[in-house]
C-alpha cells in the first residue's frame, strides 16, 4: 500500500469504525433479530421465521401504536409548517427588534423536550395555565387535565409538540424567503400586483421547494416521536407512538428483543421512503440555493 | 401617516401575542424555579410569589444534580471534541481525493443520514450489554463521536475552497499532519463552529440513548436526571422546574453568543435532535 493511501486510510478509520460498529452491525443484527424470538432472560433462541411479523398483524397495541403515530405525524407536520410560513412572513421584512422577536420565536425549538414536556405536563393539569385559560373562556377541560384523558391526550402532545417546532421551520422559511429576488416583487409592483396578488404569485410558488423541503424533514422526525409521549403519559391515554411500542416491547419487562426489532423494522420501511424523498430534495435543493 | 402607523401598531400587536405564546411556557419554568416549595404556583402568584434561591441550594447540596450537570458537561465536551477531530480529517479525505473508494465512503455517510437512530434502540441496547459498555461513560460517548451530519457539512465546505494553499505548502516541503492542522484546519474554521455547535446542542439535549444505556444514578445526564424525579411520586414542581432550568440556562446563555452559527447551521440542512 503506497503512503498516501495509507494516510488516506487512517484518516478514514474514525468514520469506517463508527459506521461498521453503530450503523451496519446494528442494522444487520436488527433485521436478524427480528426473525428469531431472542428476548434477554433467554438462554436460548430459535429461528421463528416471519411469525414476528404475523404476530405484529394481530396485535391490537402495535396497530393503535401506527394509528398514533399517524394522527400525530398527519396532526402536526401540516399545522407546523403553514404556522412557520406565517411566522417567516411576520419577521421576514426589516423592522425595529426584528432580531428579538426571531430569537424568540426560535427558543422552543433549542430546549430540551425532556423540559417542554415537564413544563406542559403541569400547564396541562386541572389548575395549571392552559387549563386556567381555557376554563376563562368557558372551556372545561377534563377531570384530570387534558393529559391524563384518553381522547384527548394525543391532541394535547400534539399541540405542544407543534409550539416546540414551529421556530426551527420558521428558521428554514426565512432562508428560502431571503432567496426570492426583490426584482421579481418589484416588476409586480410597478404592473400594480397588491400585496395579496404578490404572495400567491411569487411568494408562494417560489417557496415550494422549501416547502416541500420542511414537510419531508418534519414527516421523518415525527414518525419517530418518542420522548413527549414516554415523559408526558408513559404510553397510556392512547397514546403509544411506534417507537414508543418497540421501546416498551423490546426494553421494558419482558425484553423482547426479536419482536421488538421486528417492529422497529416496519417502522424502518415507512422511513426509509421519507428519506430517500428528502435526500432527493436535499440534492435539489442545494443547487437552488 | 396614521394608516401607517396603525400598521405598525397592528403588526406589533400581532408579534406580541405570539412572542408571548413562544416564551411564556419557559418564562413560567423560570419563575417557578424561583418559588419556595409547597407555595402555590396558580395564576397571579407568578406576580405576587416569593423568591428564593433555596430550590438550587436544595438541588446542588442535597440533590443530585451537580453530578447530572458534570455528567452533560463532560460527555457533551467530549463529543464535541470528538466531531470537531473526527469529522475534520474524514471530511478532508472525502473532498480532496476522487476514485471509486471515496465515492463509497461518502455513500456510507449519506446512508447513514436516512437511517433514523431510534430504530436501533434494540440493537445497540443489546450492543453494550455484550461489549460491557453499558453503564459507563463509554455508552455515552462512543456512538456519537462522529455525527455523519458533521462530516457531510464541512465536506460541503471544503469543496468550496480551491486546494491552492495546501499544494504550496507541500511544495514547501511540510508534512501532512502539518499541513492539516497548520493550513487546512484554520480554513475550515467556520464550517468547524457550527459543527462544534449542533454536536453540544444535540448531545446535550439527548435524552433516549443516554436513558437507555444507563441505568446507574452516578451517571445520569441533566435530561435524564429529571424524567426520573418526574416518575416518582408526587412532582414537586418548584424542585423539578429549577432542576429544568439548569438544564436549560447553558443552552440560551450560548443561544445568545453564537446566533449567528446556530442559524447558518440549520440553514445547511442541519439536525436538532
Not at chain 1, 425595529?96 to 433549542?110: D, K
Not at chain 1, 391532541?155 to 421556530?167: L, Q
Not at chain 1, 424533514?217 to 397510556?236: A, D, R
Amino acid at each position: 500500500m503506497s503512503q498516501s493511501r495509507l494516510t488516506a486510510l487512517i484518516l478514514l478509520s474514525p468514520w469506517i469504525l463508527s459506521f461498521l460498529v453503530f450503523w451496519l452491525f446494528p442494522l444487520v443484527y436488527s433485521l436478524v433479530m427480528g426473525f428469531t424470538d431472542y428476548r434477554l432472560v433467554a438462554r436460548d433462541w430459535t429461528w421463528v421465521g416471519f411469525d414476528n411479523y404475523r404476530s405484529l398483524l394481530q396485535d391490537g397495541a402495535f396497530r393503535s401504536s401506527i394509528e398514533n403515530t399517524l394522527v400525530f405525524v398527519l396532526g402536526t407536520v401540516p399545522v407546523t409548517t403553514i404556522l412557520a410560513l406565517g411566522m417567516a412572513l411576520l419577521v421576514n421584512r426589516q423592522f425595529p427588534g426584528r432580531g428579538l422577536f426571531r430569537a424568540g420565536f426560535f427558543m422552543p425549538s433549542i430546549t430540551a423536550i425532556v423540559v417542554i414536556a415537564l413544563i406542559f405536563t403541569n400547564l396541562y393539569q386541572r389548575g395549571g395555565y392552559i387549563a386556567t385559560l381555557a376554563e376563562m373562556v368557558g372551556v372545561t377541560p377534563p377531570q384530570h387535565g387534558w393529559l391524563y384523558n384518553e381522547g384527548t391526550a394525543l391532541y394535547a402532545i400534539m399541540a405542544m409538540d407543534v409550539w416546540m417546532a414551529v421556530g426551527y421551520y420558521m428558521l428554514i422559511f426565512l432562508a428560502g424567503l431571503k432567496s426570492i429576488p426583490e426584482e421579481l416583487y418589484e416588476a409586480a409592483r410597478i404592473q400594480g400586483a397588491g400585496q395579496l396578488r404578490q404572495f400567491f404569485s411569487i411568494t408562494l410558488p417560489l417557496l415550494r421547494p422549501v416547502a416541500l423541503f420542511i414537510l419531508v424533514i418534519n414527516s421523518i422526525k415525527s414518525f419517530q416521536v418518542f420522548i413527549e409521549i414516554f415523559v408526558m403519559t408513559k404510553g397510556k391515554f392512547d397514546t403509544a407512538s411506534m417507537v414508543y411500542f418497540v421501546y416498551e416491547t423490546g426494553l421494558t419487562t419482558a425484553f423482547q428483543f426479536g419482536y421488538a426489532s421486528a417492529a422497529a423494522y416496519v417502522l424502518f420501511v415507512i422511513i426509509a421512503l421519507f428519506s430517500i424523498l428528502q435526500f432527493a430534495l436535499l440534492r435539489r435543493r442545494q443547487s437552488l440555493w | 401617516m396614521v394608516r401607517t402607523i396603525i400598521r405598525a401598531a397592528g403588526r406589533y400587536l400581532v408579534l406580541g401575542v405570539v412572542l408571548v405564546i413562544m416564551l411564556f411556557p419557559l418564562a413560567w419554568m423560570f419563575r417557578v424555579a424561583f418559588m419556595s416549595p409547597g407555595s402555590s404556583i396558580a395564576l397571579g402568584s407568578l406576580f405576587t410569589g416569593d423568591f428564593t434561591l433555596g430550590n438550587f441550594t436544595d438541588l446542588f447540596v442535597s440533590g443530585s444534580i451537580g453530578r447530572y450537570l458534570f455528567n452533560s458537561a463532560f460527555v457533551a465536551a467530549v463529543v464535541t471534541l470528538g466531531n470537531i477531530i473526527f469529522c475534520f480529517m474524514v471530511a478532508y479525505v472525502l473532498a480532496r481525493r476522487a476514485g471509486f473508494w471515496m465515492k463509497a465512503f461518502f455513500a456510507t455517510v449519506v446512508l447513514v443520514l436516512m437511517i433514523p437512530a431510534h430504530i436501533l434502540i434494540v440493537p445497540l441496547y443489546v450492543l453494550m450489554l455484550k461489549t460491557r459498555m453499558y453503564d459507563t461513560y463509554w455508552a455515552l460517548i462512543l456512538p456519537w463521536l462522529v455525527y455523519p451530519i458533521g462530516i457531510f457539512l464541512v465536506k460541503q465546505y471544503l469543496e468550496a475552497i480551491p486546494p491552492s494553499m495546501e499544494e504550496a505548502a507541500r511544495i514547501d516541503g511540510a508534512g501532512e499532519a502539518r499541513i492539516l492542522l497548520t493550513v487546512v484546519m484554520p480554513l475550515c474554521k467556520p464550517a468547524l463552529a457550527v459543527l462544534a455547535i449542533q454536536a453540544f446542542f444535540t448531545n446535550w439535549n439527548s435524552f433516549l440513548f443516554p436513558f437507555i444505556f444507563v441505568s446507574r444514578e452516578e451517571l445520569r445526564t441533566l435530561p435524564v436526571g429529571l424524567a426520573h424525579y418526574q416518575g416518582q411520586q408526587a412532582i414537586d414542581w418548584q424542585h423539578l422546574m429549577a432542576g429544568s432550568a439548569v438544564a436549560v440556562l447553558p443552552i440560551l446563555v450560548l443561544f445568545v453568543f453564537l446566533q449567528r452559527q446556530i442559524v447558518s447551521g440549520i440553514t445547511a440542512g442541519g439536525i436538532k435532535q
